[in-house]
């Protein structure tokens, strides 16, 4: 199994080297396959062409047949790319009947199919359920998958963090799953909400308007996070300690676990952040202290805060000392 941020690495290292495999992503519903490539597509600068051959019928990927000279040739279809750079992600592949596997095998293996060919600066990225997912898949042909690079994508807690911190997921969504990290994903093949990376990104839209996340991850994961939401009537003064006042530290773990989450958000410069670490280093364990710094560094990171924040920490001998434990440890 590999997370997210694995495969996302590996998805830019084949692209960097320049290796024209086709790549196959198995993984379950919801889970940030598609979004993954997107976001390589993005960061390495290059076009993206969404292909469902699911909703296509054999002649619409290899073309239309037409008479030239008196030769039968293939007009190929305009949705192909034909220039430039970039990624072809041949999504829900095996969601596609076995015949038209068997074309997009050509597809996959030569890189042409018909009187078409892949352009040379193109990648091939397929992605797909497994049966164990209850999703409508066809089983694929031995032949077929022997022409892939298959990575099987698991859920993971830290690569989603990443995604949610720098793109301003609500805070009680991500202390929540701090808490609860085996509500990520939580598969349930009798219900039709349920929690995944994709459907919390729709519960923090809904969050956004007022609206019950029930609809997005179903009513037992709601039922909690609504409970767990009540916390935040206790938090101690968040922005205080940002600013450096002397609050108290709360001692109970779920509150903690929201303090840290609101700490995390709303530390917008070093210094806020220099304090709130040093206000946990003073007040409580370092699993909690361990979790801020986590979180803390991606947010720092995605707002190019890290380099000032060190030359804060590097001054204090506390924060100093636990950043070389913290990077051991992560080692």
Known sequence: MATISEVQLA???????????SVFLWGPP??????????????????????RISQLAPTDLRGLPFIEKGQAKFAPPSFLPTTGRGILCVDEFN????????????LILDRQVGDYSVPEDWFIIAAGNRTEDRAAVSQMPAPVA????????????????????????NEQIISFLNFRPQLLFNFNKNATAWPSPRSWEFANTLLDVDIDIEAAVGGGTAAEFYAYQSIYSRLPDVDAVIAGESVDVPTEPSLMYAVCGALVSRSKTPAGFFNAVKWLIGGTTEDYVGLFMGDALIAMKANNLQGAFIKLAAKDSQIKAFITKYQELLK
């Open 95 to 106: 969601m596609a009947s076995p015949s038209m596997m068997g074309i997009a095998q050509q």
């Open 11 to 21: 998805l830019t290292k084949i692209i960097d080297k320049k290796v024209k495999h």
């Open 146 to 169: 022997n022409r892939f690079i298959h990575f099987n994508v698991d859920a993971d807690l830290a690569s989603w963090k990443e995604y949610a911190i720098k793109t301003g997921v």
């Open 30 to 51: 919801g889970i940030g396959k598609s979004s993954v490539v997107k976001k390589v597509a993005k960061d390495c600068k290059l076009e993206l062409v969404d292909l």
